[in-house]
């Protein structure tokens, strides 16, 4: 059965820092990549980051360069978001999904109807 438990978010005041962490099970840690996005409501889900978790290699969302930073650990089967300087309009439900290494899908999507299987999302409040 594939599970992917998404924790660690919270209240946090404008500028301040929170990570977030996505522990995975059921399927092949490394062949995979992992995704986080968020959504507020009445919008759609939004891609923030995604790492590839063989090699690492990451991709952020422009407004979150710079301040989000993506890693992954591939002993626990983890995969972590840290968030610093956040901003008000952070606020949102964070998800993170997996994307399993398949033919003709770029293992870094954007897009979240490549992603197989989804977390069941941690609320982040950036707020004063």
């Known amino acids: 059965e594939v599970q992917l438990q998404a924790s660690g978010g919270g209240l946090v005041q404008p500028g301040g820092s929170l990570r977030l962490s996505c522990v995975v099970s059921g399927f092949k840690f490394e062949e995979s990549a992992i995704g986080w996005f968020r959504q507020v409501p009445g919008n759609e889900r939004e891609w923030v980051s995604t790492i590839r978790t063989r090699d690492g290699q990451a991709r952020y969302l422009q407004s979150v360069q710079g301040r989000f930073t993506i890693s992954s650990d591939s002993a626990k089967n983890a995969v972590y978001l840290q968030m610093s300087n956040l901003r008000p309009e952070d606020t949102a439900v964070y998800y993170c999904?997996?994307?399993?290494?398949?033919?003709?899908?770029?293992?870094?999507?954007?897009?979240?109807?490549?992603?197989?299987?989804w977390g069941q999302g941690t609320q982040v409040t950036v707020s004063s």
């Open positions: 999904a997996a994307l399993l290494a398949r033919y003709g899908v770029p293992l870094d999507s954007i897009s979240p109807s490549h992603y197989d299987y």
